[in-house]
C-alpha cells in the first residue's frame, strides 16, 4: 500500500504531524501501533491515544489538517475522517482513562518515515485482551498482531494485569498451545 493521499498510511503520517504540530500528547495504539513493531500494513483505520482533556485540541488539530470530526455515541473516542479513512482518537482504553502513564512508556518509533510515540507493546497487548467479551473474541485477527509483537511484550506483566479474565486467560493459554510464548509454569 502506497502512502498517497487516499491511503492508510497517508493517513497516520498527516494525522500525527498534525496532532505533533499542535503540542498534543498521542500515541499511536491498534493495528497501525503493531505495524509501527514490526507486524503487517493496517488495513482500514488508525487509532491514537490521548488523555481525554486533551481531545478539544485534538479535534483542532485534526479539522485543521482537512478531517471532519463526528462525536459516536459510545463517549470513549472521537473520530477523524481523512478522506474515507477512518482516524480514531481515543481517550478510553479498554474501558480505562487514557493516563500519562501510558503516554510515558510509548516509545518513539519511525512510522512510515515519521517519527511519532507508539504505545509499548505490553500496553498494546494488554489492550487487545481487555477488550474480549462475549460479543468481541477475535482470536484470529488478535493472534496475527500479537505474533510479531512476542518478543517485545513483558508476559508476566500481561498475565498478572488481566488476572482472571476469561476471554484473556483463553488467549493467553492459546498463544501457549500454539507456542508463541513460553507457558506459564
Same mark, same amino acid.
Given at each position: 500500500? @502506497?502512502? #498517497?493521499?487516499?491511503? *492508510? ?6 494525522? %500525527? /504531524?498534525?496532532?505533533?504540530? !499542535? &503540542? ?5 495504539v491498534g493495528s497501525a501501533a503493531a505495524y509501527a513493531r514490526g507486524g503487517g500494513?493496517? @488495513?482500514? #483505520?488508525?487509532?491514537? *491515544? ?6 478539544? %485540541? /485534538?479535534?483542532?488539530?485534526? !479539522? &485543521? ?25 481515543i481517550f478510553r482504553l479498554s474501558g480505562e482513562p487514557v493516563g500519562p502513564d501510558?503516554? !510515558?512508556?510509548?516509545e518513539e518509533i519511525d512510522v512510515a518515515a515519521l517519527r511519532m510515540p507508539v ?67
Amino acid at each position: 500500500m @502506497s502512502d #498517497d493521499d487516499g491511503s *492508510v498510511l497517508g493517513a497516520l503520517k498527516r494525522s %500525527a /504531524a498534525a496532532l505533533g504540530s !499542535a &503540542g498534543v500528547p498521542f500515541a499511536l495504539v491498534g493495528s497501525a501501533a503493531a505495524y509501527a513493531r514490526g507486524g503487517g500494513l493496517p @488495513s482500514h #483505520d488508525v487509532d491514537f *491515544v490521548v488523555q481525554e482533556q486533551d481531545v478539544p %485540541a /485534538a479535534e483542532k488539530a485534526l !479539522a &485543521g489538517a482537512g478531517m471532519r470530526i463526528v462525536h459516536p455515541p459510545e463517549g470513549w473516542l472521537v473520530k477523524a475522517y481523512d478522506g474515507d479513512t477512518l482516524v480514531d482518537v481515543i481517550f478510553r482504553l479498554s474501558g480505562e482513562p487514557v493516563g500519562p502513564d501510558l503516554l !510515558a512508556r510509548a516509545e518513539e518509533i519511525d512510522v512510515a518515515a515519521l517519527r511519532m510515540p507508539v504505545v509499548a507493546a505490553t500496553d498494546l497487548v494488554l489492550s487487545w485482551l481487555r477488550a474480549f467479551s462475549e460479543h468481541h473474541a477475535d482470536f484470529a485477527g488478535t493472534l496475527t498482531l500479537v505474533r510479531p509483537l512476542r518478543e517485545q511484550v513483558d508476559w508476566a506483566r500481561v498475565r498478572a494485569e488481566v488476572g482472571d479474565l476469561p476471554f484473556a486467560c483463553a488467549f493467553l493459554v492459546l498463544l501457549e498451545q500454539l507456542e508463541v510464548i513460553a507457558h506459564d509454569r
